[in-house]
Nanobody, 123 residues
Framework: QVQLVESGGGLVQAGGSLRLSCAASGRTFSSNAMGWFRQAPGKEREFVSAISGSGSMTRYADSVKGRFTISRDNIKNTVYLQMNSLKPEDTAVYYC????????????????WGKGTLVTVSS
């Protein structure tokens, strides 16, 4: 059993910042590639960012590139998403995802999902 627990969501003004955390527990490996997805009301879930098991390789959706930074602390089994210059269109439930393997593969199946944390950006 693997559990992913997101935290750090909340209400923030446009232009502000938030830092999301995803703490992993259970039978998962610290070397697993991890990612962040988000889903806004009435919209499809979309990819936001991903990081390889070692943390050396990262990916970002074009919509967040230059504003968001993904990182990880394998000792703490935690993945982070630093979100700067937030826009109202960033409003969504953000989900942490464990893909398995040590390299992120775009559009590959997700092994485990977190429950999500809500980020609301006011204008």
């Amino acid at each position: 059993q693997v559990q992913l627990v997101e935290s750090g969501g909340g209400l923030v003004q446009a232009g502000g910042s938030l830092r999301l955390s995803c703490a992993a527990s259970g039978r998962t490996f610290s070397s697993n590639a991890m990612g962040w997805f988000r889903q806004a009301p009435g919209k499809e879930r979309e990819f936001v960012s991903a990081i390889s098991g070692s943390g050396s390789m990262t990916r970002y959706a074009d919509s967040v590139k230059g504003r968001f930074t993904i990182s990880r602390d394998n000792i703490k089994n935690t993945v982070y998403l630093q979100m700067n210059s937030l826009k109202p269109e960033d409003t969504a439930v953000y989900y942490c995802a464990d893909q398995g393997g040590n390299m992120w593969i775009p559009r590959y199946a997700i092994q485990y999902w977190g429950k999500g944390t809500l980020v609301t950006v006011s204008s």
